[in-house]
């Protein structure tokens, strides 16, 4: 007996979305590691400031942890299915 429709779109849905979490997060630090290295053609100083704030923001720590968390928590899912099958 094959999958139903619904199964099939469920299915379609949740793969997507699984790609779609790793791939956005990749983006956004590679386009933000080009820019804050982008820094570097105007001058030293500018380069240094711009690390200095990535360095400094408060927001840097929680958003790595949940980040990291959730990325290795989806993954970890998707493991264990292929695991027990």
Known sequence: MS???SQDQSSFFWRKLHSLSGIVPVG???AE????NSGV???AANYDEMTQGLE???SRSITEAV???R???LHRQA???WLVG
């Open 71 to 73: 990325g290795v928590g």
């Open 3 to 5: 999958a139903s429709p």
């Open 67 to 69: 980040v990291g968390i």
């Open 28 to 30: 956004v630090f590679l």
């Open 79 to 81: 493991i264990l299915g």
């Open 56 to 58: 400094t923001s408060p």
């Open 33 to 36: 590691h080009f820019w804050s």
């Open 41 to 43: 053609y105007v001058s």
